[in-house]
């Protein structure tokens, strides 16, 4: 049996049809606040940037100050670290004997599926 009170009542004729059982159907839409807090945190990648951020800091603190001169982390996606370097010169040096020893600092720096490979390029 369905409650009518005054607001039903005075809807239902303003309205010209009773809308009542609609709204039942339609159940409640609505959203928790964490929920939308977790949708927003998930579509801006906030764990992705902190990463970035976190490669930056690493890098900076566990290779060669010569080397942080030249060369600069740009992005770290998939496991793989992108890395700008400043010259050929530079490339040349970093990829002929630098590049293991940098790994192998930065993954043991931030684990070995954090940092999987790193790619250098000029620019």
């Known amino acids: 049996m369905q409650r009518s009170g005054p607001r039903d009542r005075i809807l239902r004729n ?3 049809i009773d809308v009542k059982e609609l709204e039942k159907t339609h159940g409640n839409k609505s959203i928790s606040a964490a ?9 801006l990648q906030l764990d992705r940037r ?11 603190q566990t290779v060669d100050p ?7 982390p740009v992005n770290l996606r998939r496991g793989t670290l992108f890395v700008s370097v400043d010259s ?12 293991h020893e940098i790994l ?3 993954q043991h720096a931030m ?8 790619s250098y390029r000029i620019g």
Do not use: C, F, P
């Open 66 to 72: 010569t080397v942080t001169a030249h060369a600069q």
């Open 50 to 60: 902190q990463a970035e951020s976190e490669v930056v800091k690493v890098w900076n």
């Open 35 to 43: 929920a939308v807090v977790n949708n927003i945190l998930g579509a």
């Open 88 to 99: 050929s010169v530079w490339l040349d040096e970093i990829v002929r004997y630098r590049r």
């Open 104 to 106: 192998q600092r930065l």
């Open 111 to 118: 684990g070995r599926e954090m940092v999987k490979k790193i």
């Open 14 to 16: 303003w309205r010209g």
